[in-house]
Structure formats: structure tokens, C-alpha cells
């Protein structure tokens, strides 16, 4: 359930990750969230869990190239995606996604779900989450 993500600290479908290593949106400066939504979504404050006009951009270039190169993902479909979903890539798991995209901007505020979504994405090989490393946080 979307709903168990309002708490504070490592949501329950994260196995292993521990409230030492989770890093609040309170705690991270502010360059840090900026940096990775001019990069990631930069609609993010603005659009209710989907960008339609980035996802028409995304499969117009995939049309055009005739590989699936781009994805329209926002960062509240990627959150979804990551703590409820298969990896699948199927119609049926993208609707699962949309139902619960709009189930959980309904429920959870932007800044949690940017919290998240920072402590859980893998930013490199071997390297996911945000930490108090100076190296994570001198984007």
C-alpha cells in the first residue's frame, strides 16, 4: 500500500536499508535535490505523477529510432516502479504503475517522494542512495 510510505525513514519494501544510512530531504543541501531534478525531471514540483509531454517526446524518438532508447518515467513512476513493481515490460505492469503513481501523489507529499527516490536510486555501478559522503553530495 502506497500509505506506507508517509512514514519517516527507510519504507518497509526496502529490505536491508537502515535509518543510519538514510538520509532525510531536510538533511541534504540544497543543491543536491536541484542537480538531480534539472537532470532527472525537471516537472517533478509542477506535474501530478506524469509528464505527458516528456512521454510523448520520449516515444516519438522511439518510433523514429524504432528501439525503445527512451522512457517517459517520471521520478514518482520510478519510486513505484522500484518498491512495488516487476521489471517486467509489459502493458499490464504499466497500468499497475499508473494506478499506483496516482495512488501515491495522492498520498504522499513531493519532498518524501523525492527522499526516496534519492536513497534508493543506483547511481553508478555499486553505488545507490544518497549518502553524507562528500562525494555524493559535491554534484
Same mark, same amino acid.
Given at each position: ?8 525513514g527507510?519504507?518497509?519494501q526496502?529490505?536491508g ?6 538520509r532525510? +530531504?531536510?538533511?541534504?543541501?540544497p ?5 538531480l531534478?534539472?537532470a ?7 506535474h501530478p505523477?506524469f509528464?505527458w509531454?516528456g512521454f510523448r517526446r520520449a516515444?516519438a ?10 522512457g517517459?518515467?517520471?521520478?514518482s513512476?520510478q ?9 517486467d515490460r ?11 503513481t ?14 526516496? +527516490?534519492?536513497?534508493?536510486a543506483e ?15 559535491r554534484?
Amino acid at each position: 500500500d502506497v500509505r506506507s510510505l508517509t512514514s519517516a525513514g527507510p519504507p518497509p519494501q526496502l529490505e536491508g536499508a537502515t535509518l543510519a544510512a538514510w538520509r532525510s +530531504y531536510e538533511e541534504l543541501p540544497p543543491h543536491v535535490p536541484k542537480v538531480l531534478l534539472s537532470a532527472e525531471d525537471a516537472a517533478f514540483f509542477g506535474h501530478p505523477g506524469f509528464d505527458w509531454v516528456g512521454f510523448r517526446r520520449a516515444m516519438a524518438h522511439n518510433l523514429e529510432t524504432g528501439a525503445l532508447e527512451r522512457g517517459g518515467s517520471t521520478i514518482s513512476q520510478q519510486v513505484v516502479k522500484n518498491l512495488f513493481l516487476k521489471p517486467d515490460r509489459t502493458v499490464a505492469r504499466k497500468l499497475q504503475e499508473a494506478f499506483l503513481t496516482w495512488r501515491m501523489e495522492t498520498e504522499v507529499d513531493k519532498e518524501r517522494i523525492l527522499e526516496i +527516490y534519492l536513497n534508493l536510486a543506483e547511481w553508478g555501478p555499486g553505488v545507490a542512495g544518497i549518502s553524507r559522503g562528500e562525494k555524493v553530495l559535491r554534484l
